[in-house]
Structures are given as structure tokens and as C-alpha cells.
């Protein structure tokens, strides 16, 4: 597509209940990228993949947190047993590689509002 | 994961004003980014910087790399009510990018 995509766009969710996020990079994009905004702060990393393996899930905030990806495209990041503190804007990112210059540059979704009651 | 050191934290100012903000890291980056984020959006690059002491000018923005690859800045001329938004830096390192907390610009016309 002509950006990337995110779906939906909000979610409200019960406390325990899980959840799943979906991105649609950029058509061509081999890296793609998950972070969480909450209110007020910047961007904290949460997962990257380069093509459809992770090399670095060094940002998932615990065990309840995974994502994965399929067919170098689409990725879902799903959330179990939710809780409250889990609320907030989930961005997804895409690049053309992870190289250096322009090549690497992040291309963000709009991002699904997720909040947990 | 270690973020940025972004000031400041908001900015109330009037339409046609100058303005002033910065990032600070206690480790170098190859890359410097400044995006902008209005409501309900993800973030929208402005510039990218890519070599220590860079300047570049992106119509009435203007950003530097630092010579010690550890900060930026970006500078915004003539201020206009579109440029309300939340301005982000980010240092990127390879797949790596950390954000600061955002600087929140308001314009009175």
C-alpha cells in the first residue's frame, strides 16, 4: 500500500481479555518495527523484524506481549490477559532496510488506541 | 531502552515567532531524525540528518547534527498555526531508534 496500515484504529478492551494488533507495512519494506506511545511520552521500542524473523524483542514488556510476521508483510502483535497499564497507542514502523542513509528511514501508521477498562 | 534528553517540554508562542528545540544523548548515533505528530497520527518525518555537523533545511525548518553525534537541534522560522503538533527527536543506530519525550508546540495566531 501506499503507507503503512493499522487495524483498527481503536480497541477497548476488558481487563483479561486478549487482544491483536495488525500492521500492513509499506509494500517493499523488509523491516518492520512495533512501538508503544503512552500519554505524554515519546516512543518506546517494543519489537523489529527483519523479514519474518525478530532479532530483537528486547523492548516486549513482558511474556503477555508477542508479535510475529508472515510473509515478510503483515505482522500481529497480540497482548494476553490485558491489563490496565497495557493502555496505550501502539505504533507500527516500516523501513526499506536496515542499512545506513536513507534506506533505514521509519515510516509510522497512525496507530490503534488500545485501552483497557 | 535508554531514551533522549528533549527540551523543552512545550512551547506557547506567537504566530510569526522563531522557534528552538533540542535533543541530548549520552550515546552517539550514525542518524538523527525530527518528526511531527498531530492528534490521532503517527509520526511524520521532517528531516534526516546522516553526517556529524549536517545542516539541513526543510522549507522553515532547519536541523543540525552534532559534532559529537550525541545531540541535535531543530529550528523553526516564522511560525504558522499548522505547525501545532508534537515535534519528536530520534537518534537511530541501525535498526535502533530512541525518541525523546516530544517537545508540544502551541501557535496563537
Known amino acids: 500500500g501506499a503507507g503503512v496500515s493499522q487495524s483498527p484504529s481503536n480497541k477497548v478492551t476488558e481487563k483479561g481479555k486478549d487482544v491483536e494488533l495488525r500492521c500492513d507495512p509499506i509494500s517493499g519494506h523488509t523491516a518492520l518495527y512495533w512501538y508503544r506511545q503512552s500519554l505524554g511520552q515519546g516512543l518506546e521500542f517494543l519489537i523489529y523484524?527483519?523479514?519474518?524473523?525478530?532479532?530483537?524483542k528486547s523492548g516486549l514488556p513482558s511474556d503477555r506481549f508477542s508479535a510475529e510476521r508472515t510473509g515478510g508483510s503483515v505482522s500481529t502483535l497480540t497482548i494476553q490477559r490485558t491489563q490496565q497499564e497495557d493502555s496505550a497507542v501502539y505504533l507500527c514502523a516500516s523501513s526499506h532496510s536496515t542499512g545506513s542513509g536513507t534506506k533505514n528511514i521509519q515510516y509510522f501508521g497512525a496507530g490503534t488506541r488500545l485501552s483497557v477498562l | 531502552g535508554q531514551q533522549l534528553n528533549q527540551s523543552p517540554q512545550s512551547m506557547f508562542i506567537q504566530e510569526g515567532e522563531d522557534v528552538s528545540m533540542n535533543c541530548t544523548s549520552s550515546?552517539?548515533?550514525?542518524?538523527w531524525l525530527w518528526y511531527k505528530q498531530e492528534p490521532g497520527e503517527g509520526p511524520v518525518l521532517l528531516i534526516a540528518l546522516y553526517k556529524a555537523g549536517e545542516l539541513t533545511s526543510n522549507g522553515r525548518l532547519t536541523a543540525q547534527f552534532g559534532i559529537t553525534r550525541k545531540d541535535s537541534f531543530l529550528n523553526i522560522s516564522a511560525s504558522i498555526p499548522s505547525d501545532v503538533g508534537i515535534y519528536f527527536c530520534a537518534g537511530q543506530l541501525a535498526h535502533d531508534m530512541r525518541f525523546g519525550a516530544g517537545t508540544r508546540l502551541t501557535v496563537k495566531p
Open positions: 550515546s552517539i548515533f550514525n542518524t
Open positions: 523484524f527483519q523479514g519474518n524473523s525478530a532479532p530483537d
